[in-house]
């Protein structure tokens, strides 16, 4: 059988277009997973332990901001990676984060990236990209967003 080396599409600052706005697949939070990243890097009682997690004013455990930030980067990266293109991504540079509503096991999340601005660095071989990152739940709530630049190669 023959095997053709598939050509990923490289995205560069030139084709970032203002008002896009692509979303990842949807993923469902892991409870188990949620509380041993929980408990190894936040251990907020309203994060570890039922019982105090029921008499907060979140009723039931809550997942870390730390651990959110984390699914909203895996699910970036199915959103600036895919089999046919890949974004010339070079970093952050800068960001603003909220977490308006709580994160629960088993929700299920997905991620957006809106382009708002963007523009050519004083650096060469690089642009600045303004993004509203949002990470939303089953019922559309908001649960973090990210005001980010982030920077991207231009085309050589």
Do not use: C
């Amino acid at each position: 059988m023959y095997n053709k080396k598939q050509t990923v599409r490289m995205v560069y600052f030139e084709d970032v277009q203002d008002g896009m706005q692509p979303v990842s697949p949807e993923i469902v939070v892991d409870g188990k997973e949620m509380l041993e990243y929980n408990r190894k890097y936040d251990p907020w009682p309203f994060h570890v332990d039922e019982e105090a997690a029921k008499a907060s004013p979140f009723g039931g455990l809550i997942a870390s901001a730390g651990y959110t930030i984390s699914l909203a980067y895996l699910l970036s990266h199915k959103v600036y990676n895919s089999a046919e293109f890949t974004w010339a991504f070079l970093g952050g540079f800068d960001s603003q984060m909220t977490f308006p509503v709580p994160v629960y096991a088993k929700d299920r999340l997905k991620y957006t990236l809106e382009v708002t601005s963007k523009r050519l660095s004083s650096k060469p071989g690089r642009g600045l990209v303004s993004i509203l990152e949002t990470l939303t739940k089953q019922n559309d709530d908001v649960v973090f967003t990210a005001k980010s630049i982030v920077l991207v190669a231009t085309r050589p």
